[in-house]
């Protein structure tokens, strides 16, 4: 009876040992998951609000009743062509990369990559404005003026807020006739200046820091443009040209056969801007 007593015993001290053992691995193991969990959690990176693009229209920034956006993307179906946003569809159009309200909620994002689509009359990508005649509505209503006749007006309150890696160069705003550029607005490196169809005019300042917010007006009249900066008259540029129309926006000046990789970009964003007639 002594002996089945003390085997008895013996089995329970077992069995009890065993579902101790096998509680304390349990918890070791759901604790081990916790901490593995935690350590994943840490290791996910967070969201950066200044990368994301605001829910507004561009249209409820700038007007641009006026104007019409061709992106450095190509068209759906036609991939040697940029696509182009014309009005109506443009007044609620937005596109995350190239198009967009900035975070801040008070100014337009215009971004255009070096590998991106180009129109047929050149070599490089642009995410820029073309001037349309008033309340227009489709394609076949473009602007077309004269630097001789009436007086034409265009502001831009803009800051460049990033340029290629390797050809630092873009445009931004421009007078152009039926064939050509006309005067532009130029940046190159930190060289802020205006350009004369291809030749250097004058240089507005030799120290532009990216993401520095600026002023500039063309206003054609009379067979000349006149051009400001920062609400100061520079000069008056003598030029008779037709077939005349308005541009802003961001016009990166380089692609992959200068260097740059496709993904190098030049960006803009515009404040506010208007023109006249």
């Excluded at 009436?150 to 290629?164: D, R």
Aim: net charge negative.
């Amino acid at each position: 009876m002594i002996l089945k007593n003390s085997f008895f015993k013996q089995i329970v001290r077992l069995s009890f040992f065993a579902l101790l053992i096998t509680f304390t691995l349990a918890c070791s193991k759901e604790n081990s998951t916790e901490e593995d969990s935690t350590e994943a959690k840490i290791e996910e990176p967070e969201n950066d609000d200044e990368n994301i693009a605001s829910t507004k229209y561009p249209a409820s920034i700038l007007n641009l009743s006026c104007w019409e956006e061709t992106l450095p993307i190509s068209e759906i179906d036609d991939n040697d062509n940029p696509m182009d946003i014309y009005q109506p569809e443009l007044e609620i159009f937005k596109h995350d990369t190239y198009f967009h309200v900035n975070s801040s909620e008070d100014g337009v994002v215009f971004r255009a990559h070096c590998g991106g689509v180009t129109t047929s009359g050149s070599g490089y990508p642009r995410s820029e404005l073309r001037e349309m005649n008033p309340n227009y509505a489709g394609s076949n209503s473009k602007a077309s003026w004269s630097t001789t006749s009436g007086t034409h007006t265009m502001y831009i309150k803009q800051a460049i807020t990033h340029l290629p890696d390797y050809k630092k160069h873009v445009v931004a705003g421009q007078i152009h006739d039926a064939n050509d550029d006309v005067i532009v607005f130029r940046l190159e490196n930190d060289k802020l200046f205006i350009d004369e169809n291809g030749n250097d005019g004058p240089v507005l300042t030799s120290d532009y820091q990216l993401g520095d917010i600026f002023t500039v007006k063309f206003i054609a009249e009379e067979g000349g443009v006149k051009c400001y900066y920062n609400d100061e008259y520079i000069y008056t540029y003598k030029v008779n040209a037709n077939g005349c129309y308005f541009k802003a926006g961001c016009y990166t000046q380089s692609n992959v056969s200068k260097g740059d990789k496709a993904t190098a970009y030049g960006e803009v964003e515009i404040y506010d801007l208007w023109v006249s007639h």
